[in-house]
C-alpha cells in the first residue's frame, strides 16, 4: 500500500472518531429539550441561535461558496431542526429518534442517485442490521399516540438525509456553510414564538448549552467528518446516537433499559463495528492482502 493510500485510511479513520464523538453530543438533545417548558419552535430558534454563533467563529475564515447545494443542505437542515423538537414534544423522545433514524434508508437512495455513492451488500445489511436493532430497541416504548408526532419524525428523517447527501456534495467545499444557513433559519422561523412566553433562567441554560455544546460544537465536527467519509457512512454511524439517548436518561434519572433495549442496542453497535470501525482500524498490510484476493 502506497502513501496515498495510508494517508486515506488514516483519514478515513479520524472521520470515523469524529462521527463518534457528534452522536455522543447529539445524544443529550431528547431528555434536555423534553425539560424545557416552552414553544418548541421557540425551543428550536433559541437553540439554533447559540448554535450558529459557535459555528460562525469556528469557521470565520472559511469561505462559503453559495450554490443550490449548499441552500439545499441548509433548508433541510433547517427543516429537520424544526421537525425534530417539535415531534419531541408532541410523541415520545424514543419514537422521535427512531422515526428520524429512518434516514439511511433515504441517504442511500439520494447518494446513490447524486453522488454515485452506491451502497454494496454489506452497506444494505447494516442497514437492515440497525433497524431492525432499533425496532427491538424501542419495541417496549413505542406508542400507538402522538401520530402527528411521528409523521413530523418521519419527515425529520428525510430531511437528515437530503442534508447529509447535500454536505457530502460540498466535501470539497465549506460544508459547514449548509449548517450555518441552517441554523440562522430556523432562528428566524422560531423567533415570531418566542415572545409569548419564557422559559425561565434554568430553561434558558439549558438552551445555551444545548446549542453552544449539543448542537454547534456537534456540527462543527460533522463538517469536518463529512469531508472525510461516504455520506451513507456518515448516515449509518451517528446512529449510535438513538443508543446513548436512554442510557443518558438511566444515568441522570435512573430509568433502566428494558431487555429488548439491551438486544437491539447490542445489533446496533455491533454492525456499526463490524462494518466500519473494525477495518479502518485493519493493519494497512491486511488490508491490501484482503483486497488482493
Known amino acids: ?27 443529550t438533545s431528547g431528555f434536555v429539550i423534553k425539560s424545557i417548558e416552552w414553544n418548541p419552535m421557540a425551543i428550536a430558534g433559541a437553540r439554533s441561535a447559540f448554535a450558529a454563533v459557535v459555528i460562525a467563529i469556528a469557521f470565520r475564515h472559511t469561505k462559503l461558496r453559495w450554490n443550490w447545494v449548499l441552500v439545499s443542505g441548509g433548508l433541510a437542515y433547517a427543516i429537520m431542526l424544526m421537525t425534530f423538537v417539535t415531534a419531541i414534544k ?37 442497514i437492515v442490521l440497525t433497524v431492525s436493532g432499533m425496532v427491538l430497541f424501542f419495541q417496549d416504548k413505542m406508542s400507538e399516540g402522538g401520530f402527528m408526532g411521528n409523521i413530523l419524525a418521519i419527515g425529520s428523517g428525510v430531511a437528515m438525509a437530503v ?18 444557513l441552517g441554523n440562522v433559519l430556523t432562528f428566524i422561523c422560531g423567533l415570531p414564538f418566542m415572545f409569548d412566553d419564557s422559559p425561565g433562567m434554568e430553561g434558558w441554560m439549558a438552551l445555551l448549552a ?17 469531508k472525510l467519509v461516504s455520506a451513507l457512512e456518515a448516515s449509518i454511524i451517528t446512529m449510535i446516537e438513538p443508543i446513548l439517548n436512554p442510557l443518558w436518561v438511566f444515568f441522570i434519572l435512573g430509568e433502566t433499559p428494558g431487555f429488548w433495549a439491551l438486544i437491539g442496542g447490542g445489533v446496533i453497535l455491533t454492525a456499526i463495528a463490524v462494518r466500519y470501525v473494525v477495518p479502518a482500524l485493519k493493519p494497512p498490510n ?8
Open 286 to 293: 491486511a488490508m491490501s492482502q484482503g483486497h488482493s484476493k
Open 90 to 126: 408532541m410523541t415520545t423522545v424514543a419514537n422521535a429518534i427512531l422515526l428520524q433514524y429512518t434516514s439511511p434508508v433515504f441517504v442511500a437512495i439520494l447518494a446513490a442517485i447524486f453522488l454515485n455513492e452506491r451502497p454494496n451488500r454489506y452497506d444494505w445489511l447494516t
Open 210 to 226: 444545548l446549542g453552544c455544546i449539543q448542537l454547534g460544537l456537534a456540527y462543527v465536527l460533522y463538517s469536518i467528518a463529512i
Open 1 to 27: 500500500m502506497n502513501y496515498l493510500s495510508t494517508n486515506t485510511m488514516s483519514s478515513r479513520l479520524q472521520g470515523i472518531i469524529l462521527l463518534v464523538v457528534t452522536a455522543i453530543l447529539l445524544s
Open 163 to 180: 442534508m447529509t447527501v447535500c454536505m457530502r456534495q460540498q466535501k470539497d467545499g465549506s460544508p459547514s456553510g449548509a449548517i450555518l
